[in-house]
């Protein structure tokens, strides 16, 4: 097959959506299937098209910017003239241009499909709020011109203001999650490059980003320091120059002055770099306080290398905790939810141990990329018969 997929930001940009594209793109051209990404040149100095993974990546120059969203002139032009040489548009969503590429794939005859990631709930503020309209109106137009939606989980479905909307139209697939066991030697590098000692350590993986209520993981410390006095914190993931987030990282740099010798900036880590990561930290915690966070495929990346998870309470990202059991739920935006449930945790580690085919079996990648293949190629059929 011939798969079109079209997303706002690929890489260089390191985020959860872009790193399931970015799988599912590989997995699909590891298994034959021809793939062309469509994204923004956010940046740029990135080229117009290269060849990443496989998968052919097409970027639409973005003279202009928004807050966090590149401007694209020509993008519709392009979605068309790349729909046709495509079997199926499958877009990902939020995107602001959505809509058009699904008009630019019915147009060309195709079926148009979506994933949707998670709702869009930018920072306070007019222009803000007028955005997140305009991109629900624009995601709205979309469900009404596709064929099929993918959600992460039922859950996730069933509380999205879009998705009750579309409700015949979806169908659940798990997300594509890889992630290597580390070694020994790499824990035991990782612990000596960022001066991490014997007393327990805690982790974020994400960007610095307001939703992901990074403050409440800190404002949690005072008293788990009070009971773990040796206790560490690593965050790894974009931390400097996070588009539309200058502002908190300023917050976050303020509340953090009482603990600098305790938090470790560690950057963005790939491959075996974050799988020693994840070996080297107690517990993954997963603070988001919004939908905007949808499900946290690092959550299952740090149960794969043995390590649980402290997740707040919101719809998707608490499936992978309710799933395995492999950790606990605290309240959303509540510090000291967050700081029992981490002592619950750190406390009694073997409670919250599964092994790591327990995970796989769970969370299954070769059936993931199976589900899609079927779903691609019964929509295909349905437009075919049509």
Same mark, same amino acid.
């Given at each position: ?15 959860g959506l872009t790193i399931y594209v970015e799988r599912l793109a590989a997995k699909l051209v590891e298994r034959g299937h021809q793939v062309t990404v469509l994204a923004a040149q956010h940046d740029p100095t990135l080229p ?54 699904? !008009?630019? !794939? ?36 979309? !469900? ?98 996070v588009v539309g987030e200058a502002e908190y990282r300023d917050r976050i740099e303020e509340l953090l002055r009482p603990y600098q010798d305790r938090w470790v900036f560690a950057g963005t880590l790939k491959g075996r770099e ?21 499900? !946290? ?90």
């Amino acid at each position: 097959m011939r798969v079109l997929m079209s997303l706002t930001y690929y890489r260089p940009n390191v985020s959860g959506l872009t790193i399931y594209v970015e799988r599912l793109a590989a997995k699909l051209v590891e298994r034959g299937h021809q793939v062309t990404v469509l994204a923004a040149q956010h940046d740029p100095t990135l080229p117009v098209e290269e060849v990443i993974d496989g998968a052919t990546v097409v970027r639409v120059p973005a003279p202009v910017s928004v807050g966090k969203a590149p401007l694209m002139p020509r993008f519709a032009d392009t979605a068309y003239r790349l729909a046709k040489n495509h079997d199926i548009v499958h877009l990902h969503l939020p995107q602001l241009e959505a809509s058009l590429a699904a !008009g630019a !794939g019915k147009k060309a005859g195709k079926p148009v499909m979506f994933t949707y990631h998670c709702d869009l709930q930018l920072p306070a503020g007019l222009i803000n709020r007028a955005f997140d309209a305009g991109v629900y109106a624009a995601n709205y137009t979309t !469900g009404t011109l596709s064929n099929g939606i993918v959600a992460y989980t039922q859950d996730y479905a069933d509380h999205s203001p879009l998705l009750r909307q579309f409700r015949e139209k979806i169908t659940v697939i798990k997300p594509p999650v890889i992630q290597d066991p580390p070694t020994a030697e790499e824990i035991a590098a990782f612990k000596e490059r960022f001066g991490l000692g014997n007393g327990p350590v805690l982790g974020f993986a994400s960007r610095l980003a307001t939703e992901k209520g990074i403050e409440y993981g800190i404002q949690a410390l005072p008293s788990l320091i009070e009971r773990f006095p040796d206790i560490q914190v690593v965050f790894a993931g974009p931390y400097q120059n996070v588009v539309g987030e200058a502002e908190y990282r300023d917050r976050i740099e303020e509340l953090l002055r009482p603990y600098q010798d305790r938090w470790v900036f560690a950057g963005t880590l790939k491959g075996r770099e974050l799988g020693a990561f994840y070996g080297a930290i107690d517990l993954l915690l997963m603070t988001s306080i919004n939908s905007t966070e949808s499900f !946290g495929l690092v959550q299952v990346e740090a149960m794969l290398c043995g390590t649980p998870v402290v997740a707040t309470n919101l719809p998707g990202v608490r499936q992978s905790v309710t799933m395995t059991g492999m950790g606990e739920i605290a309240h959303i935006a509540n510090s000291v939810s967050l700081a029992e449930k981490i002592e619950k945790v750190l406390s009694d580690p073997q409670a919250y141990f599964r092994s790591r085919q327990e995970i796989e079996a769970i969370f299954d990648l070769d059936q993931t990329i199976a589900d899609y293949e079927s779903l691609y190629r019964h929509l295909i059929a349905e437009k075919g018969s049509s």
